[in-house]
């Protein structure tokens, strides 16, 4: 059996505390939005899933060119990690977002570029997963995850960008909001607290659980390596 | 006194959701850690035989 390392499991301590005091300051300590009441609350979450799981993608595609320069199989478990944790995270932004769409916008989901690029993208990586497993030779499959995540990254900036960029009513945080956006609102000091602890909360519990994932990914490569000594 | 509209059913909802699927995937890489720490155990063991035998 692994022995966990004493810094991981200070960082799991941290992030069931940092995870308490961020749903406190969203739940209790953010005032109430005056026009959508307690659901703006879910904003806060909802922006920092979005924060640590647009970053990952984007850093499976760092470590997809990592590992296509390098050949060194410890970025491909890197990228299945960053993958797989932000997936994780962006099912929940997209959840999140659809709760506070039913009474913000009187729909559980409208097809804005918003909504349309982030459910694409999140496709993108649950594909990801399903066309890696049907990949036996490890080499040919942290190529071809390689290769995809680095594509797959090219969603996370469109996704991002485009409420800048095209007509949408999906409000804007940073920068200005397209004429249409519906549901934005002027953040108070209060508010502002709750969204960076939010950001900070999120970003600590995505590197924790990144460490985690990747830990078990290097435990996977040592059982395929031992049923292939065994088998011969 | 200020009003506000009564939307607190969603925002439990919202968090509920949240920290459930974070729970949820905590719990799933601690039980894929826990059955690859078996493997790995079962794997070792079966390969000691081997070299035994040889």
New interface residues.
Partial sequence: ??SKPIALTILDIVSIIV?GIA?YL??VFAP???????????FY??IG?AWVGLVGFVLSAAAGIAYLVTKDMKWDRFEVAAVE?ST?FF??TI??GS??A??AWNTWWTWDPRLTTAAVTELIYIAYFMLRQGIEDPDKRARFGAVYALLGGLSAPITFMVIRLFRTIHPVVIGNASAEAQGGFDMTADMRTAFFFALFAFTV?FID?MW??I??GG??E??EQ??L??SM | M?T?????G??I???V???I??GL??LS?YL??KN??Q???T??S??AE?TKKK
């Fill in positions: 059996m692994q995870l749903t969203a739940v109430t939005e005056a026009v959508m009441g307690d659901v703006q609350r879910v979450f909802h899933t944790v994780m099912f929940i959840v999140l709760i506070w039913r009474p519990i659980m985690h994932r830990r078990l435990l996977q040592k059982v031992l049923k000594n065994v | 200020e506000f509209p009564d939307t607190s969603y925002m909802a919202g968090h959701i949240a920290l699927t974070m995937y905590v890489v894929r850690n690859l720490n493997d790995l155990e794997l070792q079966l390969e081997q």
